[in-house]
């Protein structure tokens, strides 16, 4: 489970990291697409930093329509669209709740998942978010049936994203600017991926710091 | 990196202060949004709005005024603009008629006007698109995100703006839109790259030798790098990408547009203009109108790009109408 506190520092600590990963981000991303990736989601967490303050009162899901919302009005590109998707997705899929059971976490991860494949009409193996995010769903799913705690699944969640991420240099890219390059994309590892990935390297943090 | 800039925080807004200052008779900014829109509102016609990253200047703010756009959303350097810079450019120049989405094909640019159509939508603003894929470059297939939306949007512009301004149903205007989207073809060229203000350094290297054939307006890479050749066998390279894809019969007539790609003088697109008219007179094929200038640019990349738009006799009456804007003018 995870309090509403946890949320909110879920959503810091991962601002945080896009904040420090800003030039790892822009020069995987400078390999293969714009070169813009870490510069557009540091401006975006910067902006939703500055929002929190004025909805960190208000119910779960208002403070994940809120980020989503941010994102979406200061990220751009397509990172804008498809993080502010997921956001404002998950935070949909909680609607009412105090706090989040595993249910709901898994919940909103879906409606997440299914937010950026509605917005971006990606699957996975296309070289996209997708590919660190839908192995680390299934990781959390795969832990949490086997019978582990919430902070083992996501312990999981983490290293199956980052093997995605991984996954991804092997691949070509067919969506986005990277499939531009065709072959060329191949051993490049997908920026996007890789932010998603940061996102669940987050989320473990936050259930390890609590303990749940 | 030696730029004029203040601070690369504040580079678009302060280019879109300066663009104000510097021409009220053409373009006013929506309080508070990255939106120019015509100095007078135009009614009684579907209105245009177009946009982009920002970096392609005169694209897409230098082309709001008579016969062309009626408002551009200016997004950071090279990054579409949000759904909610889109939404407030499509309630601005609404008369009523409806509005029409010109907008590149970038995965980007298509999110974020698509959720600003939903919004306008939503309010019971009549919303059109059409999505520019003009470059040759890229492949079109199942397997890429399909052809960049390059220089020959802004015969999108030119010729479906012509057309509201007749009084053209919403309908009609995305008609012939698409019509010059099939008909227009882009290819272009690196000699050296850019550099995003945010970004501090160049996209891309490219040696003192080197040149890229097929680059995309944001310096993706193209379809080749080789050593640098002289300004015609680089054109005929170009052009034969180009009229292969296009496939025109001799007799047939064709606007051109020369397009430096912010960093290239004058000098040098009228010697790629040169070979470019060399060609298609060998071909057969008639040159109705030429645009020799910067029209598309990539900030500071030295480079060029050649764009063919195939003529019928609508679309040359369109070509041929009143355009008074910053950045291009019929008379």
Known sequence: MATKADVLDFIRVYADKMAEHRQELTDYDQAIGDGDHGINMSRGFKAVMEKLPTVEEKNIDDILKAVGMTLVSTVGGASGPLYGTAFMKAGAAVKGKEELSNEDILLALDEAVGGIQFRGKAVEGEKTILDS?????????????????????????????????EYTKTIIATKGRASYLGERSIGHQDPGATSMAYAFQAINEVAQKAGN | MKKFINDVENVENEMLEGIVLAHPEYVARLEGFDVLVRADKKVGKVALVSGGGSGHEPSHGGFVGTGMLDGAVAGSVFTSPTPDQVFEAIKAVDAGEGVLLVIKNYTGDIMNFEMAA??????????????????????????????????????????AGAKAETGASLDDVKAVAQKVIANVRTMGVALKP???????????????????????????????????????????????????????????????????????????????????????????????????????????????????LKLDDELKDLLLAKADTIGFKMY
């Open chain 1, 133 to 165: 995010m839908i192995p680390a769903i299934n990781a959390i799913k795969a832990s949490l049936a086997d019978g582990k705690t919430m902070a083992e699944a996501l312990v999981a969640g983490e290293s199956a994203a980052w093997n995605g991420v």
């Open chain 2, 118 to 159: 939903e919004l306008a939508e939503a309010e019971g603003i009549k919303v059109a698109n059409v999505v520019t894929n003009d470059d040759v470059a890229v492949e079109d297939s199942l397997y890429t995100t399909g052809r960049r939306g390059v220089a020959g949007t802004v015969f999108v512009h030119k010729i």
């Open chain 2, 194 to 308: 850019c550099t995003v203000p945010a970004a501090g350094k160049p996209g891309f290297e490219l040696t003192e030798e080197e040149m890229e054939l097929g680059i995309g307006i944001h310096g993706e890479p193209g379809t080749e790098r080789k050593p640098i050749q002289t300004a015609d066998q680089i054109v005929d390279y170009l052009m034969e990408r180009i009229l292969n894809d296009m496939n025109p019969a001799a007799g047939d007539e064709v606007a051109v547009m020369i397009n430096g790609a912010g960093a290239t003088p004058p000098m040098e697109l009228y010697i790629l203009n040169r070979r470019v008219q060399q060609i298609l007179a060998d071909k057969g094929i008639k040159v109705f109108k030429t645009f020799v200038g910067d029209f598309m640019t990539s900030i500071d990349m030295a480079g060029a790009s050649i764009t063919l």
